[in-house]
């Protein structure tokens, strides 16, 4: 496989730019009530969730326009939303700015996929309601639970989970900023241990699955025939996996769709992957501001940009 510096250098002496970007798509977490609002005239808005809502069988523009607020407390919904709006983003962004790679933090991977001309808009929306079923029938009846911890390194919160069993690192998110994943009362348990080292706070995430843990295995042979059964194409942009940095063509994109909820989320080598590559700038094409915080705690020198402030806001 080539290396990304490779592959972004031979894109630029196609046509040579000045600033070279990255898009990089939100994950869950990112979604919030009327998040799509401020494009709601956009032509590409109805026609992207009109396509999206089809797929799923009920209306999932309400939900990311603010309509339906509560729509979102249904996690297939908001998945669905936070996907359209995305990609809604990627389309008008796309239209004046030239991107020389993209990447998706967990879920944003779908969104990147989209983007990347890798995998078709019907086919992303699909696999994500098939995957959520998925993982309702690994995890079972018993609830699990996401929290990140702020204030040590991936080691330290490695070993506390060690000692307590049932709970892992999940996302290292930055040197510092750490998602774990476990049971329920074992992530509870891992982040007051985590305080009582030297961790500057923990907070829960909306998230009732051990995502992105080894507590999702067998998870990979549901999803396997689902993915199996989509195109999936070479991407048109070069397209970093979420899960190491490295870039992907259509057999690693397989793997990772098969494998990603079992392994964790390395977004800090996948940041660092990215501006070693030579780009200079991010836009995290999706709404909130997840990522660009995020970006802003590895590579301080670089620019972030946020799709929220480039696209023109039509609605208050």
Known sequence: MHSLHGI??????????????????????????????????????HDIFSRISAVAGKDILAAAIG?????????RVSQLALFGTSACYWHLLAESERFHCLAGHSLGLYAALYASGAVSLEDCAG???KVQEAIEITAGIRKGLMASVVGLKAGEVESICSEIGGVYVSNVNSATQIVISGWEEHTREACCAAMKAGALGSRELPISFPLHSPLMQGVEDIV?????????REPAIPLLSHLDGNPLDAAGIFRVLCGQLTQKVLWRDTVKG???????????????????????????????????ELVPCQSL
């Open 67 to 75: 309509d339906d607020p509560a729509g979102l407390t249904d996690v």
């Open 8 to 45: 972004i250098r031979a894109c630029m002496s196609k046509k040579p730019t000045a600033i070279r970007s990255a898009a990089i798509f939100p994950g869950q977490g990112s979604e919030y009530p009327g998040m799509a609002a401020c494009i709601r005239e956009e032509v590409i808005l």
């Open 274 to 308: 990215i501006r070693q590559g030579g780009i200079e700038r991010f836009l995290e094409v999706g709404p909130s501001d997840v990522l660009s915080k995020l970006v802003r705690w590895i590579e301080r020198d670089s620019e972030i940009l946020r799709a929220e």
């Open 224 to 232: 396997s025939p689902l993915v199996a059964s989509i195109a999936i």
């Open 127 to 129: 696999i994500i309601l």
